[in-house]
C-alpha cells in the first residue's frame, strides 16, 4: 500500500490534559480571594440597592399602624427595613478558605426566607439576591478572572 500523505500529531497528550484540567483551573480561579471579594462587593451593593428600592420587586407595603410607631419613634423614616440603620450597615460579606460567606444583623433571616419565619407577622422581604443587573456585573469579573 502506498503511502501518500503521512499526519503526525504532536502535543495531543498534552492538549488532552490541558482540556482535563480545564474544570480544577476554572474553579481554583474562581475561588481566588479576589474574585469572590469582587463578587461579594457586587452582593452587598445589590442588597443595599434592594433596601433603598423598597424591594426589588417591591415589598409588600407596611401596615399603617407600623408606618405610624417607626415615623414617632425613629422620626425620620417609616421606609421598609430602615428603622435605625442597623439592618442596611450591617450587610457585609466574608471570603476565607475559597468561600464567599454573606453577613448582616441575625434578624435578616426573618426578612429573608419564608421557612425561616416562625409565626411572623410580616410578609418576607429578602434584601440578599442576584438581580438582572448583578448577572452582567458577576459575569464580567469572571471573564476577568479567566483571561488572566
Same mark, same amino acid.
Given at each position: 500500500?502506498?503511502?501518500? +500523505?503521512?499526519? &503526525?500529531?504532536?502535543?495531543? *497528550?498534552?492538549?488532552?490534559?490541558? %482540556?482535563?484540567?480545564?474544570?480544577? @483551573?476554572?474553579?481554583?480561579?474562581? @475561588?481566588?480571594?479576589?474574585?469572590? @471579594?469582587? %463578587?461579594? &462587593?457586587?452582593? +452587598?451593593?445589590?442588597? +443595599? =440597592?434592594?433596601? *433603598? ?22 422620626? #425620620? ?7 435605625? $440603620? ?5 450587610? /457585609? ?7 464567599? &460567606? ?14 425561616? =419565619? ?6 418576607? =422581604?429578602? +434584601?440578599? $439576591?442576584?438581580? *438582572?443587573?448583578?448577572? /452582567?456585573?458577576?459575569? /464580567? ?6 483571561? #488572566?
Amino acid at each position: 500500500m502506498n503511502q501518500f +500523505v503521512r499526519v &503526525t500529531l504532536r502535543g495531543l *497528550d498534552e492538549a488532552r490534559n490541558s %482540556i482535563e484540567q480545564f474544570p480544577r @483551573r476554572c474553579q481554583a480561579i474562581l @475561588r481566588t480571594h479576589s474574585v469572590l @471579594r469582587d %463578587i461579594g &462587593t457586587v452582593f +452587598v451593593s445589590s442588597a +443595599v =440597592r434592594t433596601i *433603598d428600592a423598597g424591594g426589588r420587586p417591591p415589598y409588600k407595603p407596611l401596615a399603617e399602624s407600623t408606618t405610624s410607631a417607626k415615623l414617632r419613634k425613629y422620626k #425620620k423614616s417609616s421606609h421598609i427595613l430602615v428603622a435605625g $440603620g442597623q439592618l442596611r450597615q450591617s450587610l /457585609d460579606y466574608d471570603v476565607a478558605g475559597g468561600k464567599l &460567606t454573606l453577613t448582616s444583623v441575625e434578624y435578616l433571616k426573618f426578612h429573608q426566607w419564608e421557612e425561616d =419565619r416562625v409565626k411572623a407577622r410580616f410578609p418576607a =422581604r429578602p +434584601v440578599w $439576591g442576584i438581580h *438582572d443587573d448583578d448577572h /452582567d456585573e458577576i459575569s /464580567d469579573i469572571i471573564i476577568e478572572a479567566l483571561k #488572566k
